[in-house]
């Protein structure tokens, strides 16, 4: 790639920070269920611990990335980093507390500050690549989120294995520690990078991205793939105590959704980008990732009986299910937003890599928040159903955009044809935001299954 000696030093890392952050923020879902439980908690209580975090990340980063350029991305990276270590250690000393409500408090207190850190360091890594990396930002990034999957990964592997070693604070402390030399290595090594430069000055926010209604649609299926991953990571533990399982054994059941979706998705990268719409790879993914909630609990009416076979093939299932959906909302967001008009650049990038991170923090927020009580409610197994109704929309909504956007382009394909080419003939005055000559008299959306035309067009 040829990269510089600045470029591969920042990438390194930023990979090493990515996968210790991920591990710590990821460590406590094979065992903290069960500890909350000792302490007179309830499910809806130590759920909404889990997602509180991800609701902390969607608010605070458009703060962050508003801001970035007054603190300095590198700063607010360093801060981050230490934040989210030093709460890490932290919340391996709850289990000290005897106090039902001061242990729910102190777990929802140290989970704010630890997602403020954790979306402070993403926020600014962004930023960092931006500038670092012109010409590579996407194969970048996706660098960046392989080594934050591989920490989410063995983070409950790791977590459960000394979790049965040496208690509840060893996992905590041990890795806290590790994230902390992280940090430190990042503050003395990490190339200092310029500040006061808004890469986004001038360009469509995000509330005209949401005007384009295909992302309407991708934003949905986003919600709706974190949620699912929220609620298993709330309730999955609970589930499977029928089992009898080790934490140890528990922690590679939460590796299974995370190490299938580590393999697929680059083959759902591929497929999205040369072979399929990303639409219809969307549509296939809320189909498998339905059969897969559907099987998990399982669900009543299909009459299958409860095992450990069952619930594994349905968490492999789902780490191929959600893996499709993942990579192609974002593959396809942004492809239909450059289709709308948006200009082809960085700010583009970073708008739609942002819409992106704040709706899958939303919905991871609400999944384990939502899980929580509805396992109270209804058990694992209805509520598990849920998910399959959520997911079935997802698929529904696809197939119903594909069905309308070929009927308008039988309509009007002629029509958006003749303007296409009026328009690429005559490039000699400024573009504006819509890629076209501001004094166009045409006023027109055409939403269609081809390059040539999709594209905001306005008087």
């Not at 970035?68 to 890490?88: D, E, R, S, V, W």
């Not at 949401?210 to 919600?223: F, G």
């Not at 619930?311 to 239909?336: K, M």
């Not at 399959?388 to 956007?405: K, P, R, T």
Request: charged share 10%; net charge negative; glycine share 10%.
């Amino acid at each position: 790639m040829g990269y510089t000696r600045n470029q591969w030093m920042t990438l390194i890392i930023f990979g090493i920070a990515d996968f210790c952050s991920a591990v710590c923020v990821s460590l406590q879902a094979p065992f903290y269920p069960a500890e909350a439980e000792k302490k007179g908690a309830t499910a809806s209580q130590y759920g909404l611990v889990f997602g509180i975090f991800e609701l902390t990340v969607f608010i605070v980063s458009p703060i962050y990335g508003k801001y970035i350029n007054k603190i300095g991305p590198k700063l607010m990276f360093n801060l981050g980093i230490f934040t989210t270590a030093t709460t890490c250690i932290m919340f391996g000393f709850l289990d000290r507390v005897e106090d039902t409500n001061a242990f729910i408090g102190l777990s929802f207190l140290i989970r704010i500050v630890e997602a403020m850190g954790n979306a402070g360091f993403l926020t600014a890594s962004f930023s960092i690549i931006a500038a670092e990396f012109p010409d590579n930002v996407g194969a970048t990034f996706a660098s960046l989120e392989t080594c934050f999957g591989l920490g989410l990964i063995v983070g409950p592997t790791v977590g459960g294995a000394l979790y049965e070693v040496g208690g509840y604070t060893l996992p905590f402390l041990s890795l806290g520690l590790v994230l902390i030399v992280a940090a430190c290595i990042t503050a003395c090594v990490l190339p200092k990078h310029g500040d006061g430069k808004d890469i986004n000055e001038g360009s469509p926010g995000m509330l005209a991205a949401m005007k384009v209604p295909s992302i309407c649609l991708y934003v949905y299926a986003i919600i709706a793939t974190s949620v699912s991953i929220g609620f298993l990571q709330a309730t999955l533990e609970p589930h499977l105590r029928d089992f009898d399982l080790s934490p140890f054994q528990l922690g590679l059941m939460f590796v299974l959704n995370g190490a299938t979706y580590g393999i697929f998705a680059p083959f759902w990268g591929w497929l999205s980008d040369k072979i399929l719409q990303p639409r219809t790879v969307i549509l296939g993914g809320s189909v498998i990732t339905s059969i897969s909630f559907l099987l998990v609990g399982p669900t009543p009416f299909l009459g299958i009986p409860k095992s450990m076979e069952v619930v594994i093939v349905a968490l492999v299932l789902h780490g191929i299910g959600f893996g499709s959906e993942l990579v192609a909302t974002f593959s396809g967001a942004h492809r239909d937003a450059i289709r709308n008009g948006f200009p082809d650049d960085l700010s583009t990038y970073g708008l739609i890599s942002g819409l992106w991170t704040s709706t899958f923090a939303l919905g991871a927020f609400i999944g384990p928040s939502a899980a929580g009580f509805l396992f109270d409610s209804i058990g694992f197994e209805w509520a598990s159903f849920i998910v399959v109704c959520m997911h079935i929309v997802v698929g529904l909504s696809m197939v119903a955009y594909m069905l309308c956007s070929r009927r308008q382009q039988n309509a009007n394909g002629g029509l958006y044809t003749k303007l296409n080419n009026v328009l690429a003939d005559n490039k000699s005055e400024t573009y504006g935001f819509a890629g076209v000559q501001k004094d166009s008299t045409y006023s027109s959306y055409c939403s269609c299954e081809s390059d040539s035309c999709e594209e905001y067009v306005y008087l």
